[in-house]
């Protein structure tokens, strides 16, 4: 993609929403690991507000996606009603922008700042696992109780593996993937197969956000969570989607500044800690335990494998897709054990 003048759109962008409020200052506030952007944007009046600028995926989601977080945010009930940052609206709908301009196809989407707390350490003890494995059991259950009030979503798992299946015929799929690519259609396949023998239809689909990196949330002196930000890869789907985030956060390594996906953390005790916690609050079932391997092989295969170039800065996206081929698909069969996790957790 060309050089893109990022201030020229959100300008564009605000002035269609409010052409009476003149902005001072636009500011990159971007993380610089993805190829989105989000900015600050001060006004002549002092005022503040946060700019999120995409190009990745497709503008009728992330306009799908931005409705129906406005409407998790505003249902969500105490003690979860400001966690998530709320949207601008215009008569009545969240507002969003695209443009377009020859090959540049962007879009935007602004958010009042979202006030942030403490960050968890980069390596959390114990009482930290516990503490966060019950948190977040709440707060999934907090979304699950308003999942019916929510608009509906046109995003599944199954469609999106249909479309990577479909990618990986097309000419440009196969020179991307070259070498590779029967062995994802085998790995596509074998998700779609393994979700069928579990019943996946069957599991409760509540608002999940997938990246929970140690950076996306902010929590109270407490270890309650305060706030979350960073909605990339926000979709309706299985709570279980969430998990390989989570155990990342509470791995033994800790957070780190050069990452992989690896899917060891998945079967650390610290992890195991943090669901025992996570089913006295909201309990799981041995279905999605088992699930938990295909929710891991899903993320490879959709974030990093069909996303990763478009997501992922250049740099980021080899790296994690050269890994994808040689360890994260291939140890799924030979380091994910669910049966340690169900005996934990006496199901």
């Not at 962008?13 to 690991?33: G, R, T, Y």
């Not at 299946?165 to 197969?193: A, K, N, P, W």
């Not at 270890?223 to 709570?239: H, I, K, P």
């Not at 360890?327 to 054990?337: A, G, R, T, V």
Request: with cysteine; glycine share 2%.
């Amino acid at each position: 993609m060309k050089i893109i003048d990022y201030s020229l759109i959100i300008k564009e962008a605000w002035e269609n929403f409010d052409a009476s409020k003149s902005i001072a200052k636009i500011e990159d506030i971007s993380a610089k690991v993805s190829t989105n952007h989000v900015f600050r944007v001060t006004f002549d009046d002092e005022d503040i507000i946060i700019a999120k600028l995409s190009y990745f995926g497709k503008y009728e989601h992330f306009k799908e996606d931005h409705r129906l977080i406005h409407a998790l945010t505003n249902n969500l009930l105490f003690p979860f009603e400001n966690v998530l940052a709320k949207s601008l609206v215009k008569n009545n709908k969240v507002y969003t922008y695209r443009y377009q301009e020859g090959l540049t196809d962007a879009w935007v989407v602004f958010y009042n700042p979202i006030r942030v707390m403490e960050k968890l350490p980069r390596r959390l003890e114990e009482g930290h696992i516990i503490k966060l494995g019950r948190e977040i059991a709440k707060f999934h259950k907090a979304c699950a109780k308003v999942k019916n009030v929510l608009p509906k979503s046109s995003k599944t798992l199954v469609s999106d593996i249909e479309h990577l299946l479909e990618i990986l015929d097309t000419e440009d799929g196969q020179y991307e993937h070259r070498m590779h690519v029967d062995y994802l259609r085998s790995q596509c396949e074998t998700f779609l197969q393994n979700i069928e023998l579990l019943d996946y239809k069957t599991f409760e689909s509540i608002p999940v956000f997938v990246d929970w990196n140690i950076g996306n949330f902010s929590v109270t002196d407490k270890l309650e969570l305060f706030s979350r930000w960073d909605y990339d890869w926000f979709r309706m789907s299985s709570r279980v989607l969430d998990f390989y985030f989570f155990s990342r956060v509470v791995s033994d390594i800790g957070d780190r500044t050069v990452f992989s996906y690896v899917v060891g953390p998945l079967m650390e005790d610290r992890f195991i800690l943090f669901l025992k916690e996570y089913h006295k609050v909201f309990p799981l079932t041995r279905n999605e335990v088992l699930f938990m391997k295909e929710a891991y092989r899903f993320f490879i295969l959709n974030y990093v494998i069909k996303h990763g170039r478009y997501f992922f800065h250049e740099i980021y996206a080899t790296k994690l897709q050269r890994e994808a081929y040689e360890k994260y698909l291939p140890s799924i069969e030979e380091e994910f054990n669910a049966d340690k996790i169900i005996k934990e957790l006496q199901l």
